[in-house]
């Protein structure tokens, strides 16, 4: 996975989401935007540092999530504080607006 960017399943879901600020992207390897979407996460990582969690669930492994989170189209990117939903963005989204969310939730 890219660096800066981890990626997460069922099984380590609720661990990295639980505490702080985690942005979410449910993608899909097929996902012409989502691969699109990669590159720009990974300069928000870039950015942002430590003050933030960058992730990625695949949808196609991990439908249980996907549902969990009403996810109809892919990208979707979610940003949580703390396990709680704070925004949620559908379709590629670009780094300054992600990265002002993120600062929003400090």
Known sequence: MAEGVIELSGSNYEDATKSGVVLVDFW????????????????VAAEVGDKAVIAKVNVDENPELAAKYGIRSIPTLILLKDGENKQQFVGLQQQAGLVSAIGAEQ
């Open 28 to 43: 899909a390897p097929w996902c012409g935007p989502c691969k699109m979407q990669t590159p720009i996460l990974e300069k």
